[in-house]
């Protein structure tokens, strides 16, 4: 699938207009093969790669949950499982950092994060140091960052499809041409696109946005695929950067390593939202052995938030070093749920089909053609009765270019039983 196709896409502005291009910028972005020492960096300040974002279209999802999110008891359409209190997080924290807490000053921080919390990211990357870690406003930032500080107006890029929004659009304000490679759905079960995304690894492309364990289908590549895409990256010359926002929540397999295991020249993005619970700390991170890179992205970042808040840095840092238990606490809800969703459609399959997927917290669901055809085949009009009767909000699939007969389910929050009552009472 080219550009043209994608289904996320609007039409273009009868302008023509792109990204702004050129700039001394460009040539010192993609001259940069390889990872610098951090003194030769300081030596040379980056040079940041030109790019435009007036002209992104609007994020279809995120206003969908703007007008619906905090409105409605029952949300099962979001990705993000079920969250802590402030004081139930504090519960884990050993006595350093809860004398850090305590003493903690609202001023500014250190725009490369706070260094206790790099080393807490770092700590789940082996090879990796805090050295190698940029903290960000969460993974929006973190994805803009990797993005800004990667590509050249004129790079083509491979990214999956359907996918999250800003993983097709980033790439394309920073002005890039995007080649979409498309999950493969087989009887409403998603699998990675193995065959089809190595033979778009090509010569003249330059980036690959890979996004694994994917949203929303659950797909994920396996450790061995994983190796195999970023061992043909390497010997073309791609960046991978690599959303693995949903990494530790694989089900009946092996989690696949980190790109940045991988590769030096390769971007981890992660962050607290998905594995531990935590979106409302707002706290996301690239991981690189490319100082260069990391050091473009930490420029850039004096334009957009500067440094991430101190009480979150803290907080994350508990997190992070309670990281195992957190992950349990979300795998046991998730799979609890799985099952319930399971028993729900085969008592119920004349609401929607589902099957359980390979990874993360979400899916993608299927209408039935009954429903549909009690709503005059329309299921916009499916998911307005659901919210307006039942108080049930999913999201829905065109907003990550899936069908519009297909929504996004999440199985992470505790009232899932609740949720999937209140459907079955208004069908």
Same mark, same amino acid.
């Given at each position: 699938?080219?550009?043209?196709?994608?289904?996320?896409?609007?039409?273009?502005?009868?302008?023509?207009?792109?990204?702004?291009?050129?700039?001394?910028? %460009?040539?010192?972005?993609?001259?940069?093969?390889?990872?610098?020492?951090?003194?030769?960096?300081?030596?040379?300040?980056?040079?940041?790669?030109?790019?435009?974002?007036?002209?992104?279209?609007?994020?279809?999802?995120?206003?969908?949950?703007?007008?619906?999110?905090?409105?409605?008891?029952?949300?099962?359409?979001?990705?993000?499982?079920?969250?802590?209190?402030?004081?139930?997080?504090?519960?884990?924290?050993?006595?350093?950092?809860?004398?850090?807490?305590?003493?903690?000053?609202?001023?500014?921080?250190?725009?490369?994060?706070?260094?206790?919390?790099?080393?807490?990211?770092?700590?789940?990357?082996?090879?990796?140091?805090?050295?190698?870690?940029?903290?960000?406003?969460?993974?929006?930032?973190?994805?803009?960052?990797?993005?800004?500080?990667?590509?050249?107006?004129?790079?083509?890029?491979?990214?999956?499809?359907? #996918?999250?929004?800003?993983?097709?659009?980033?790439?394309?304000?920073?002005?890039?041409?995007?080649?979409?490679?498309?999950?493969?759905?087989?009887?409403?079960?998603?699998?990675?696109?193995?065959?089809?995304?190595?033979?778009?690894?090509?010569?003249?492309?330059?980036?690959? %946005?890979?996004?694994?364990?994917?949203?929303?289908?659950?797909?994920?590549?396996?450790?061995?695929?994983?190796?195999?895409?970023?061992?043909?990256?390497?010997?073309?010359?791609?960046?991978?950067?690599?959303?693995?926002?949903?990494?530790?929540?694989?089900?009946?397999?092996?989690? #696949?390593?980190?790109?940045?295991?991988?590769?030096?020249?390769?971007?981890? %993005?992660?962050?607290?939202?998905?594995?531990?619970?935590?979106?409302?700390?707002?706290?996301?991170?690239?991981?690189?052995?490319?100082?260069?890179?990391?050091?473009?992205?930490?420029?850039?970042?004096?334009?957009?938030?500067?440094?991430?808040?101190?009480?979150?840095?803290?907080?994350?840092?508990?997190?992070?070093?309670?990281?195992?238990?957190?992950?349990?606490?979300?795998?046991?809800?998730?799979?609890?749920?799985?099952?319930?969703?399971?028993?729900?459609?085969?008592?119920?399959?004349?609401?929607?089909?589902?099957?359980?997927?390979?990874?993360?917290?979400?899916?993608?669901?299927?209408?039935?053609?009954?429903?549909?055809?009690?709503?005059?085949?329309?299921?916009?009009?499916?998911?307005?009765?659901?919210?307006?009767?039942?108080?049930? %909000?999913?999201?829905?699939?065109?907003?990550?270019?899936?069908?519009?007969?297909?929504?996004?389910?999440?199985?992470?929050?505790?009232?899932?039983?609740?949720?999937?009552?209140?459907?079955?009472?208004?069908?």
């Amino acid at each position: 699938m080219k550009i043209d196709d994608d289904p996320l896409r609007p039409a273009p502005d009868a302008s023509g207009a792109g990204p702004t291009a050129g700039g001394p910028g %460009v040539s010192a972005a993609r001259s940069s093969a390889g990872a610098a020492s951090p003194d030769s960096v300081a030596a040379a300040p980056p040079v940041v790669p030109s790019a435009r974002l007036g002209g992104v279209p609007e994020f279809a999802l995120e206003r969908f949950f703007d007008r619906f999110e905090f409105d409605l008891p029952h949300q099962l359409g979001s990705s993000d499982p079920e969250t802590l209190s402030v004081t139930e997080l504090l519960a884990l924290a050993d006595a350093e950092l809860l004398e850090q807490w305590q003493r903690l000053r609202l001023g500014y921080r250190t725009a490369a994060g706070d260094p206790a919390l790099r080393a807490a990211i770092a700590a789940l990357y082996p090879g990796r140091t805090a050295d190698d870690v940029l903290v960000a406003v969460g993974a929006a930032e973190a994805l803009l960052l990797a993005c800004a500080a990667t590509i050249v107006p004129g790079d083509r890029a491979v990214a999956l499809t359907p #996918a999250y929004q800003s993983l097709h659009e980033l790439p394309r304000a920073m002005g890039a041409t995007l080649d979409l490679v498309a999950v493969e759905e087989r009887d409403d079960a998603w699998r990675f696109p193995f065959e089809r995304l190595m033979g778009a690894l090509r010569p003249g492309v330059a980036l690959l %946005v890979l996004n694994t364990p994917h949203n929303p289908t659950g797909a994920a590549a396996s450790p061995d695929e994983l190796r195999a895409i970023v061992s043909r990256c390497e010997e073309l010359g791609i960046r991978v950067i690599g959303d693995e926002v949903y990494r530790g929540l694989e089900w009946g397999r092996a989690t #696949a390593p980190s790109v940045t295991e991988l590769a030096d020249r390769a971007v981890a %993005v992660g962050v607290t939202s998905k594995v531990y619970g935590l979106a409302g700390l707002r706290i996301g991170w690239i991981v690189t052995g490319d100082h260069e890179l990391r050091a473009r992205a930490r420029a850039i970042k004096d334009y957009t938030t500067l440094c991430a808040a101190g009480p979150s840095e803290v907080l994350a840092t508990v997190a992070l070093r309670a990281e195992r238990l957190l992950r349990e606490r979300t795998r046991t809800r998730c799979e609890a749920n799985m099952v319930r969703l399971e028993a729900f459609v085969a008592q119920h399959p004349e609401l929607f089909a589902w099957r359980r997927p390979a990874a993360t917290t979400v899916s993608v669901a299927r209408l039935a053609a009954p429903l549909l055809a009690r709503h005059g085949g329309d299921p916009e009009a499916v998911l307005a009765h659901w919210r307006d009767r039942a108080g049930v %909000v999913v999201a829905p699939g065109p907003a990550f270019g899936c069908t519009p007969d297909q929504f996004r389910v999440g199985f992470g929050r505790a009232d899932l039983p609740e949720a999937l009552e209140a459907l079955a009472a208004v069908g």
